[in-house]
C-alpha cells in the first residue's frame, strides 16, 4: 500500500515539477519569502539529525512528535517557563526527549518559572487528572559514566536495538549531561514499545559532572526515576504518584542523593526503593553503592501490600538520616546461597542504614522492618542472617517512632533532630534533621502536586 | 528505486494471481466432468501400460519400441519412457521391446485381462558389441523393481528416494508417512521435514522442482500432510548439492506428483485418532469463537470494530472512547470445552484418457483434517548465572503453561498432463490449502524481578488462517534434432496468505496470601496491559526455470551436459495493528469478565470523578508499532552449467558450476528504520567424482559450495511479542551463509532395494545464523546473529537391507541411518567477554546452534504382499543441540532430545478395502529445552504431547 502511495506521490511529484517549468519557463524565481512571524507553538520531529545546538524559548510551547534526540555534540538550551508537551500515544506514536551519549541538556528553571515535561491533552488547567499516567513518554539522559555489567555498554529499554543513539555506558564517572534545576514532568510513562513503559526520568551512566536539582516526576506509569550504573548526583527531588517504584536502579548505581521525596498513590504503585546490583553478571563490578540522605518516603498504606525498598542482585547502598512511614512491608535484602548479594553487601559495610526513623511500617518491629529474603545457604545461614540483620536495625540507630507528617503535609511540625549520622561528603547539606524537610517545603510553589497544598 | 520496482512487480502479480485464481476455478469444473466420464472400456480387449528404462543408469529409453508379437500392435517409448499400447486382445500374450544398441527383450506368458489395464516395467540392458536377445518371463521382469534404486546408484549427487510403487506397499495415505521411510529423513511435528537432522534453515522442498512456500511462512520447507499418496509419483531427497538445484543449502525434498494414472484410481478414507492427552476432554482449552471454526475459517466474529487509528486519544473526546471501548469483544479469557477425536477424510480420483487421440491424465485429491494437540505440564523459565562460583542457576521466571490447540486443515491438489505427442508433453498442477489454528494458552507462574509471593496469571486466545494457492505450469520436450536434447521447464506461482485476527492477551497478577484489599492488580510496569493484535500477511512467489540437457558421446561412452536458468521472485506484505487496554483507576477484582464489562468502562466506572476528572475506567487505545509491519521482497537470478562424463570405464565425473544472483529487501513501514538488505553474487561450484571399482559398489568424492539466506522474518525489524517467553526480533544486519561442504562416501548395492554406505564428511559455515539473546539489551530479547564461521566434522552411516536371507524374517527388512558430527563455533568477541567475565577460563568455542551431535533414524518394517500386510516401527532420535544461545556466563538453552517411537501397520480387505492402524509417539517421552549447569537441568520450556493411535480405513476403486 505504502509502495504505491510512494509511487503516486513520486509520479505526482514528477508531473508537477513538469508542468511548473513548463508554465513558468518565462517567469525568473524573484520571491523572497515574508519573514515569518515567531510562532508560540513548535513541533519538533526528529529525522535523525536530532534537534541540533538550540534553545527552546520561555512562554514558548514545543511538542514533542516520537522520539526525538539531543545528539553527541549537540546542546539544547530550555529556557525558564518553557512548556515541552509530549505527543499523546503509545507505540509508533510514543513520544520523549532523549539526550545521547555526548549530548546535553541545560533546562534551568527557576521557583517562579519551572520547566514542565507534560503530555499533549495536559492544558496546565485541570484538563488531565492529577493521578492520570501514561500519556506521553518521559525525559532520559544517556551518559558515559561506568556501568557494571558487560560488556560495559547497554541499549536503553524502550528504545530498538537497531538505533544506536539509544546506547550509554563508558569510562568517565565525571561525565557532564548539563543541567537539569526546577523541572516538573508530569502524566509520562506511556508504553513505548515491546512492553517497555518509560520512566519519568531515566538516568542511563549519567555521571557526576551533571546538575540535577529540583525535579519533580509526577504521575509516571513506571518509574519515577530510574538510574542505569552511573554516578548522577541529585538533590531535592520529588516522585509522586508513580504506578511502579518510585526510585529504582539498576547495573551498578553510585551517584549521591539528599532531600528525596516519594508520595505514593493509595490506588496505585510499587515498592518505593528498588535497588538492583548487577544484571550480567550480577556480581559485576563497580557494585551498586549509592549515598542517599535525608529522603521521605510515603507509601500507599499499611494495607496495600507493598514494600518499603528491596535491595536485590548484589546490590548495596547507604540510607541515612532518613524517614519512611505509611507502607505494608519494610526493607528487605537478598541472601542466596553461597554467592556474592546483597547480604554480603552489608555483611562488608557496602549497605548500610542508618539513623532512620521508621512508621506505620509492617508491624513495627525490628524483625518485621528489616527482612531476609531468597534462598539462603541453609537453614541455619538463614536464621543467623535473619537474626544479624534484624538485630542490626537499633544498633544502627534505627527506631520506631511517629514524625507527624503524611501524604497531605510532609514537613514534620518540627525538625526531627538528634541522632544524626554523619554525612560522608562536603556536597551534603550538613543540615541538622531527619528526612527531605525541615521547616519550610522547598517543593511549595513550582511543583503540581503542591500546588494546592 | 528498489522499492518501487517490487511494488510495480507486485502490483502486477497480484493482477495475474486473479486471472490465475479464475483459471483455476476453470480448471476444477474441467476436471470433474473428466472425473465422470469413462469413454476407455473396450470390449474383450486391455490396456497395456508402463516405462522402459536403462537396467543400469535408470535412465528413461525414449524411442524405444515395444510391439505384441504376432499382431500390429505396439507403442514406442515418450520423453519419460512411457508408454501404451491399447486394444490388444485379452489372453497371454508376448511382447518384445528393442533399442538401439540395447539388448532385446522377449517377454512372456503376460496376461492382459478383458477391460483392465495391466502396468509392465521394463528394463533394458546395454551391448557394447553386436545383438543379443533374451527371453524372460513377465513375472520376472515385475519382480525387477526398484528404479529408484538404481537412481540413487547412478545419480550424479547424494539422493535417495520413495517411488509410488513402495508408497502403494506399504500404505502410506500421505507424503507425511511415506517420506519417513527415506534414510536420514525425520518429520518434525508429524509434517515438516529435516534432512539430516539438519534443521528448517537447511532444508528445502520442492513441487515438481519448483519453489512452493510453506503454509507457515517462517518456514523453508512446506508441511508433507498435504499431499495424497495417491498423487504422487515420487519423492527424492538430494543431500548434496548439484548445480541444477537452486538456493539449495543442506537438503532438499522434491515432490514429483503422477503424471498418467495407468486407470482409473478412485480413493476414499476416513480415519480417526485418539490422543491420549488432547481427545474425549471436558476441559479442553478453548475460547468461544466464530461459526465457522469448524472449517479452519474466522466468520468475522475476530475483526475489530473500528480500526485502531480512529480510536480518540484519551485524554480527547471521552464519551466516543467510552462508546469505542465497549463495541469490542469481551471475550478475553479461556473457557473449557469438550474435545472429540481427531479426524482426517480424504477422497482422490485420477486416470488417463483420450483426448483427441492424445493422452491426458488427471489427478484430484482432497483433505479435511481435524486435530488437537492439548497439554496442561508445560513449563516456561528463564535462569540465570550470577556467579562463577553459584551452586546453581538463579530462577528469573518460573511459569506453568497449559495450552490447548485444534487445527484444520483443508487441502485440495489437482493436476492434469497432456501428452501432445511422443515427445513433448504439458502438465499444469493446481494446490490450495487452507488451515486455520485455534490456540488457546494459560500461564501461571512467578519472576524473580517481582515483590516475592506475586503471581503472574497470563492468557492468550489466538486464531491463525493460513492458505496458499499454487499454479504450476510445466512442460518436457525432446528434439531429437538438437542433438537428442531434452527441455524441460516450470513456471510456478504461488500466493500465499496468513491473518491473524484478534489475537488476545490478558495479563494480571495476585498475591495470594495478601493482606488487604490489593490481591489482584493489573500492573502496566510489570507486564504488558491486557492487548488485541491483528495481523495480516500476504505473500507471492514466481519460481521459472528451465533445464536443458543433451547427450554426448566421451571417449566413446556416455555422457551428458546440462545447463539451465532459474529466476525466482518472492514479495511479502506484513501488517500488524494493535489495541492495549488502559484505565486510569485500578479496579481488576479477578474476574476478566468483570473487567471488560461495560459498567466499568471509562466515566461510567464507579471510581470516575468528573470533576477533577481523575479514575477514568477502562478504554482502548491505538498501540499499533508501525516498526512491526513491513514489505520485503527477495528475487534469485540463477544459471548453471555441468557435465556428467565418463573418464574412464569406471571413473565418472559430474562437475559443474551454478551463479546466483540475489537481491533482497525489507523495509519497516516505519520511517528512520534501517533496511535489512542482502546484495549477492554467488558462484557455487560443484565436484563429484564417483569410483565404481566393482559394478554395485561406488566412492564418491565430493566438493559442493552451497548457500543459506535469511528468511524475511530474520531480516525484518519485525518484533513479536508473548508475555512469558521472550519477544523475538529480527536483524537488518544478517548476511547469508555461505557452506564448504566435502563429502566422501562409499556405498554398496548388495540387491536391488539394499545398499549399505558409509561417509566422512566436513562442512564450513561461514558466517552461519544463530539465535541469541541480545546482549546489549536488559530485558531478554531474542534475535538473530551471524557468527564469524563454524565447523562440522561427521560420520554417516546408512543401511538398508530386506532380511530375505533368513527364512522366517523373509518379509521383514530394516531401515538405518546414524550420523555423528562434532560441531565448533567461534564465540563471537562481544559474547565472549560477558562469559568470561563470569568464568574466565571458559572455552572460545561452542556447538554451532541447532547442531546435534548425533541424529539416528530407525526403520523395521514387515510387508507380506501376499496376504496385504504391511507393518512399521521406526524410531527417530536427535542428539541435544543448542535452541538458544544465552547472555553473558549463563549456559545455552539446549533442546534434549526427543525419542520418537511410531508404528503403523494396514492390511487389505477383500481388494477395496485397507484398514490401518497407527500408533504416533509411543514413548511419549516429553519435549524439553533446558539450560543444564552442574548436572542439573532447568527448563526454558518442556512439555508433553501424548501418544496418539489412529484407525483407519479406506476404500479403493
Known amino acids: 500500500m505504502k509502495m504505491k502511495k510512494i509511487n503516486l506521490v513520486l509520479m505526482a511529484v514528477l508531473f508537477a515539477a513538469l508542468l511548473t517549468n513548463l508554465l513558468s519557463c518565462t517567469k525568473d524565481d524573484n520571491g523572497d519569502d515574508p519573514p515569518q512571524p515567531d510562532p508560540d507553538e513548535y513541533t519538533i520531529k526528529d529525522n535523525g539529525n536530532g534537534t541540533g545546538t538550540v534553545t527552546w524559548k520561555t512562554g514558548k510551547t514545543y511538542h514533542l512528535d516520537g522520539f526525538v534526540f539531543v545528539n553527541s555534540g549537540q546542546t539544547l538550551t530550555i529556557e525558564p517557563g518553557c512548556v515541552v508537551k509530549g505527543l499523546p500515544g503509545q507505540g509508533e506514536n510514543a513520544s520523549a526527549l532523549i539526550v545521547a551519549r555526548g549530548g546535553k541538556i541545560i533546562a534551568e528553571g527557576t521557583r517562579e518559572k519551572p520547566i514542565i515535561f507534560t503530555a499533549e491533552g495536559d492544558d496546565l488547567n485541570g484538563s488531565v487528572g492529577m493521578s492520570d499516567r501514561g500519556l506521553w513518554g518521559g525525559l532520559i539522559i544517556l551518559g558515559k559514566a561506568r556501568l557494571n555489567s558487560t560488556p560495559g555498554e547497554s541499549q536503553i529499554e524502550g528504545i530498538p536495538t537497531n538505533e544506536p543513539r539509544g546506547r550509554y555506558g563508558g569510562n568517565d564517572d565525571n561525565d557532564n549531561s548539563g543541567i537539569l534545576k526546577y523541572i516538573s514532568i508530569r502524566h509520562g510513562g506511556t508504553d513505548i514499545g515491546d512492553g517497555n513503559e518509560i520512566n519519568g526520568l531515566t538516568l542511563g551512566a549519567v555521571g557526576s559532572g551533571t546538575v540535577i536539582d529540583y525535579v519533580e516526576i509526577l504521575a509516571n506509569k513506571d518509574d519515577g526515576i530510574e538510574f542505569f550504573g552511573g554516578a548522577p548526583r541529585l538533590k531535592h527531588i520529588l516522585s509522586v504518584y508513580c504506578a511502579d517504584d518510585s526510585f529504582d536502579y539498576d547495573e551498578g548505581f553510585r551517584g549521591y542523593g539528599q532531600f528525596w521525596v516519594a508520595i505514593q498513590n493509595p490506588n496505585e504503585g510499587d515498592r518505593i526503593g528498588e535497588h538492583d546490583g548487577g544484571t550480567d553478571p550480577e556480581t559485576g563490578t563497580p557494585f551498586a553503592e549509592p549515598h542517599i540522605y535525608n529522603v521521605t518516603y510515603i507509601g500507599r498504606g499499611t494495607d496495600a501490600g507493598k514494600r518499603v525498598i528491596t535491595f536485590r542482585d548484589n546490590a548495596g547502598g547507604h540510607y541515612i538520616n532518613s524517614i519512611f512511614v505509611n507502607q505494608t512491608k519494610g526493607i528487605d535484602i537478598e541472601n542466596l546461597a553461597d554467592i556474592q548479594d546483597s547480604y554480603k553487601q552489608f555483611q562488608n559495610g557496602l549497605l548500610t542504614i542508618e539513623n532512620n526513623i521508621f512508621w506505620n511500617i509492617a508491624d513495627g518491629t525490628a524483625d518485621g522492618i528489616f527482612r531476609i529474603s531468597g534462598s539462603g545457604a541453609n537453614q541455619a545461614d538463614s536464621l543467623s542472617a535473619v537474626q544479624a540483620f534484624a538485630a542490626y536495625f537499633e544498633t544502627a540507630g534505627n527506631e520506631v517512632s511517629d514524625p507527624g507528617i503524611d501524604a497531605s503535609n510532609p514537613v514534620p511540625a518540627t525538625p526531627i533532630t538528634g541522632n544524626m549520622g554523619e554525612y560522608s561528603d562536603s556536597w551534603f547539606d550538613n543540615v541538622n534533621y531527619k528526612g527531605a524537610f525541615g521547616n519550610e517545603n522547598w517543593a511549595a510553589g513550582w511543583t503540581e502536586y503542591f500546588k494546592t497544598k | 528505486m528498489l522499492a518501487t520496482q517490487s511494488s510495480v512487480a507486485g502490483f502486477i502479480y497480484k493482477n495475474i494471481h486473479v486471472k490465475l485464481y479464475n483459471l483455476m476455478k476453470k480448471t476444477i469444473i474441467f476436471s470433474f466432468i473428466f472425473l465422470f466420464y469413462q469413454g476407455l472400456l473396450f470390449a474383450q480387449t486391455g490396456i497395456l501400460n508402463g516405462k522402459i528404462t536403462d537396467s543400469e543408469t535408470g535412465e528413461e529409453l525414449i524411442g524405444a519400441s515395444v510391439m505384441v508379437v504376432g499382431t500390429y500392435l505396439g507403442s514406442s517409448a515418450d520423453l519419460d519412457g512411457n508408454y501404451s499400447i491399447f486394444r490388444i486382445q485379452a489372453g497371454t500374450v508376448e511382447l518384445k521391446c528393442s533399442y538401439i544398441s540395447y539388448e532385446t527383450q522377449i517377454i512372456k506368458d503376460l496376461e492382459i485381462k478383458e477391460g483392465e489395464i495391466s502396468v509392465l ?472 469478565s468483570d473487567y471488560l464489562s461495560d459498567e466499568n468502562i471509562g466515566q461510567n466506572n464507579p471510581a470516575y470523578n468528573p470533576v477533577s476528572k481523575e479514575n477514568y475506567g477502562l478504554y482502548v487505545q491505538n498501540a499499533t508499532d508501525l516498526r512491526n509491519s513491513y514489505f520485503g521482497y527477495e528475487n534469485v537470478t540463477g544459471a548453471y552449467i555441468m557435465v556428467d562424463i565418463i573418464l574412464f570405464e569406471k571413473l565418472r565425473l559430474v562437475a559443474g558450476v551454478r551463479f546466483e544472483s540475489n537481491k533482497m529487501e525489507t523495509e519497516s513501514k516505519k520511517d528512520g528504520i534501517k533496511k535489512g538488505t542482502l546484495n549477492d553474487n554467488d558462484f557455487l561450484p560443484s565436484i563429484n567424482l564417483t569410483y565404481s571399482p566393482v559394478k554395485n559398489m561406488n566412492l564418491r568424492l565430493v566438493y559442493t559450495r552451497t548457500l543459506s539466506r535469511p528468511t524475511f522474518r530474520e531480516i525484518a525489524p519485525f518484533a513479536s511479542f508473548s508475555p512469558v517467553a521472550p519477544t523475538i526480533v529480527g536483524n537488518p544486519e544478517l548476511k547469508r551463509t555461505l557452506v564448504d561442504n566435502f563429502d566422501f562416501k562409499w556405498e554398496y548395492f548388495m540387491k536391488p532395494g539394499e545398499v549399505i554406505s558409509l561417509s566422512l564428511f566436513y562442512k564450513h559455515f561461514t558466517d552461519p545464523i544463530e539465535m541469541v539473546d541480545n546482549p546489549v539489551t536488559i530485558n531478554p530479547e531474542i534475535s538473530f546473529q551471524n557468527v564469524n564461521s563454524a565447523q562440522n566434522y561427521g560420520l554417516e552411516l546408512e543401511v538398508s537391507k530386506k532380511l530375505d536371507f533368513t527364512g522366517i524374517l523373509g518379509n521383514f527388512s530394516i531401515g538405518l541411518n546414524f550420523a555423528m558430527i562434532k560441531s565448533v563455533v567461534d564465540i563471537d568477541s562481544l559474547e565472549l567477554v560477558s562469559i568470561r567475565a563470569l568464568d574466565p577460563k571458559a572455552s572460545d568455542t561452542r556447538p554451532l546452534f541447532g547442531q546435534a551431535p548425533y541424529i539416528l533414524n530407525g526403520r523395521l518394517s514387515y510387508l507380506n504382499q501376499k496376504s496385504g500386510l504391511s507393518a512399521n516401527l521406526v524410531f527417530n532420535m536427535t542428539g541435544k543441540r543448542i535452541a538458544l544461545v544465552t547472555k553473558g556466563g549463563t549456559p545455552e538453552v539446549y533442546e534434549y532430545p526427543f525419542p520418537k517411537l511410531d508404528f503403523n501397520a494396514s492390511k487389505t480387505i477383500g481388494s477395496n478395502f485397507k484398514i490401518s492402524v497407527k500408533i504416533k509417539n509411543i514413548l511419549n517421552p516429553g519435549k524439553s529445552q533446558s539450560y543444564e549447569y552442574r548436572g542439573k537441568r532447568y527448563p526454558f520450556f518442556k512439555f508433553t504431547t501424548g501418544t496418539l493411535y489412529e484407525l483407519g480405513l479406506s476404500y479403493n476403486l
Not at chain 2, 172 to 198: C, F, M, P, T, W
Request: proline share 3%; charged share 25%; aromatic share 12%.
Open chain 2, 121 to 592: 516395467n521394463i528394463k533394458l540392458k546395454p551391448v557394447s558389441v553386436g545383438l543379443s536377445e533374451v527371453v524372460v518371463s513377465a513375472k520376472a521382469v515385475r519382480n525387477t523393481e526398484n528404479a529408484l534404486l538404481t537412481m540413487q546408484k547412478k545419480s550424479a549427487g547424494v539422493l535417495e528416494g520413495i517411488s509410488s510403487e513402495e508408497i502403494i506397499k506399504t500404505g502410506d495415505s500421505d507424503a507425511a508417512g511415506a517420506v519417513q521411510r527415506i534414510s536420514g529423513v525425520s518429520l518434525e511435528g508429524g509434517k515438516y521435514v529435516y534432512v539430516r537432522g539438519l534443521g528448517d534453515r537447511y532444508s528445502k522442498t520442492t513441487l515438481n522442482g519448483a519453489e512452493i512456500p510453506s503454509l507457515d511462512p517462517e518456514r523453508n520447507t512446506v508441511q508433507m500432510d498435504i499431499f495424497p499418496a495417491s498423487v504422487i509419483e515420487n519423492m527424492v531427497v538430494y543431500k548434496s548439492f548439484t548445480p541444477d538445484l537452486n538456493s539449495f543449502t543442506g537438503g532438499l525434498i522434491d515432490i514429483v506428483t503422477k503424471d498418467f494414472p495407468d486407470n482409473l484410481e478412485v480413493n476414499f478414507g476416513v480415519s480417526l485418532g485418539y490422543n491420549t492427552q488432547a481427545s474425549l476432554r471436558n476441559d479442553f482449552l478453548t475460547y468461544e469463537g466464530g461459526k465457522t471454526d469448524w472449517l479452519g475459517y474466522d466468520d468475522g466474529i475476530r475483526s475489530f470494530p473500528v480500526k485502531p487509528k480512529d480510536i480518540p486519544i484519551y485524554p480527547s473526546d471521552r464519551d466516543k472512547l467510552d462508546y469505542t471501548t465497549k463495541s469490542f469483544n469481551k471475550i478475553m479469557e479461556p473457557s473449557s470445552g469438550n474435545s472429540f477425536l481427531n479426524q482426517k477424510y480424504t477422497f482422490s480420483v485420477g486416470n488417463r484418457i483420450d483426448l483427441f487421440g492424445k493422452q491426458l491424465g488427471y489427478n484430484l485429491g482432497m483433505i479435511y483434517k481435524n486435530d488437537l494437540n492439548y497439554f496442561a505440564d508445560g513449563k516456561r523459565g528463564i535462569y540465570k548465572l550470577t556467579s562463577a562460583c553459584a551452586e546453581s542457576l538463579n530462577k528469573e521466571q518460573d511459569f506453568d503453561e497449559q495450552y490447548g490447540n485444534n487445527e484444520i486443515l483443508l487441502g485440495f491438489l489437482g493436476n492434469t498432463s497432456f501428452k501432445i505427442n511422443e515427445s513433448n508433453k504439458v502438465g499444469y498442477i493446481l494446490l490450495y490449502n487452507h488451515s486455520g489454528i485455534k490456540r488457546t494458552i494459560y500461564d501461571v507462574g512467578e519472576r524473580a524481578e517481582d515483590e516475592i509471593g506475586m503471581i503472574i496469571q497470563s492468557r492468550e486466545l489466538g486464531f491463525m488462517e493460513r492458505a496458499i494457492l499454487s499454479n504450476q505450469l510445466k512442460g518436457e520436450h525432446f528434439i531429437d534434432r538438437l542433438g537428442k536434447m531434452k527441455i524441460n521447464w516450470v513456471v510456478s506461482y504461488t500466493n500465499s496468505s496468513q491473518k491473524e485476527p484478534d489475537l488476545r492477551f490478558f495479563t494480571n497478577s495476585y498475591y495470594p496470601d495478601a493482606t488487604g484489599t490489593a490481591q489482584y492488580e493489573i500492573n502496566p510496569s510489570k507486564y504488558k496491559v491486557p492487548s488485541r493484535f491483528s495481523r495480516t500477511m500476504e505473500e507471492s512467489n514466481l519460481d521459472n526455470k528451465v533445464h536443458f540437457e543433451i547427450p554426448l558421446k566421451y571417449h566413446g561412452y556416455k555422457s551428458k551436459i546440462k545447463y539451465g536458468a532459474s529466476y525466482n521472485y518472492k514479495y511479502r506484505d506484513f501488517n500488524e495493528s494493535k489495541i492495549d487496554y488502559n484505565t486510569q483507576v485500578q479496579y481488576y477484582n479477578g474476574s476478566v
